[in-house]
């Protein structure tokens, strides 16, 4: 069974600083992997998906990376904003691509 | 846009009750999935639907069932309900292919009483 961990599990930062969550997971027979944003009580938002042949995939101030072989992504966030203050989710698919295997997601408080 | 509606934000019932969470896609997605999230154990998948009619059981199923009886509903059903299923109830859904994303409606909070 794929298990996913994110690593740190909270991280508070002064606006304009650079953020780097990472995301852990024990098999890399993966299709793809996906970060999601969610707000306090909402919903999943999907930030960046990854197919297994990328190295990495980038939209506006987030870049993420992923290194198949040795298990791991990092989403890079630039330039910090009050606004990007959420939790932060990696997920991967399962072997037959259905189910997502979700980490237990990194809070980022980002200080004005 | 991708757009997962769920019919309810907040709900309130009494132990016992027959509860239904209905969820609907727009996008003509195969794929549809229910998650409970829960502090301290994350996002864990109920069941989830390849097809119309079709089902498969998540990691979690006891004390829940599901219908899909056209594609772009996915129901939830509590058959009985108890207080240890008071949770954040999220539905999904994903088009075919590793390249698709999996799209998520903005949750049911559920409380037992």
């Known amino acids: 069974k794929q298990e996913v961990t994110q690593i740190p599990a909270a991280l508070s930062v002064p606006e304009g600083e650079n953020l780097v969550l990472n995301c852990s997971f024990t098999d890399s027979a993966i299709y793809n992997l996906q970060w999601f944003r969610q707000d306090p009580g909402k919903g999943l938002t999907s930030l960046l998906l990854i197919q297994s042949s990328q190295r990495e995939q980038t939209s506006g101030r987030l870049n993420a990376s992923l290194d198949k072989s040795s298990g791991r992504s990092t989403l890079y966030i630039a330039a910090s904003q009050p606004g990007d203050s959420a939790t932060y989710l990696c997920a991967v698919p399962d072997s037959n691509d259905y189910k997502l295997s979700f980490g237990a997601g990194t809070t980022v408080t980002v200080r004005a | 846009d991708v757009k997962v509606t769920q019919s309810s934000r907040y709900l309130v019932k009494r132990t016992g009750e027959k509860v239904f969470l209905e969820c609907v896609q727009d996008m003509d997605h195969e794929n549809m999935f229910w998650y409970r999230q829960d502090p301290g154990l994350g996002l864990r998948l109920i069941y989830f639907?390849?097809?119309?009619?079709?089902?498969e059981k998540g990691d979690i199923p006891e004390g829940y069932s599901v219908s899909r009886e056209k594609k772009e509903r996915f129901s939830l059903i509590l058959e009985s309900a108890s207080t240890n299923q008071t949770s954040m109830y999220l539905c999904a859904s994903r088009g075919l292919g590793s390249q698709e994303t999996q799209y998520f409606g903005p949750g049911t909070r559920l409380l037992v009483l």
């Open positions: 639907s390849y097809d119309v009619k079709m089902k």
